[in-house]
């Protein structure tokens, strides 16, 4: 598929939790990870999801947020996901972070150059990929 998005997750869905409005969907990955979406019910309607379909998780690098040291605090944030730092690409004001989680899928994150300094991100670093549920699209073939 061609999208904008830099981040696909080819997955299979592992549960579909139904509520009053919106819908939680758990992919799983080939890696063992697991990312969470929450969509509305029309959603899983229109794209037939159920337990066992086959999907790709769409998540856009500005969405993703680093994160070197929870100092204590936990996030509400559903997809947290743990790797290393693989590419610090510097831009003229962002930069682009490279993370592979342990499972072998990548991560793609749009952070400042600032951001990049503050963490002291560089190669080889481990770092979480921070995203919220309602920052995923699914995509199915159609």
Do not use: C, W
């Not at 830099?6 to 869905?13: A, D, K, L, Y």
């Not at 992919?27 to 229109?46: A, H, M, P, R």
């Not at 693989?86 to 072998?104: C, F, M, R, S, Y």
């Amino acid at each position: 598929m061609k999208t904008s998005a830099r981040n696909q997750f080819p997955g299979t869905i592992k549960a579909v939790h139904i509520g009053a409005v919106n819908a939680e969907i758990e992919i799983g990955l080939s890696g063992g990870e697991t990312i969470i979406s929450s969509i509305t019910k029309d959603s899983v309607e229109n794209l037939g999801l159920a337990e066992g379909k086959k999907v790709i998780a769409l998540v856009k690098a500005p969405q993703i947020i680093l994160v070197t040291d929870f100092g204590g605090y936990k996030l509400s944030a559903r997809n947290q996901l743990p790797g290393e730092v693989t590419l610090v690409k510097p831009g003229a004001v962002n930069a682009e972070v490279d993370i592979q989680l342990k499972g072998g899928d990548l991560v793609a994150a749009t952070v400042t150059n600032d951001s990049v300094e503050n963490l002291g991100l560089k190669k080889g670093q481990a770092v979480t990929a921070v995203f919220k549920a309602g920052a995923v699209i699914l995509a199915v073939a159609g």
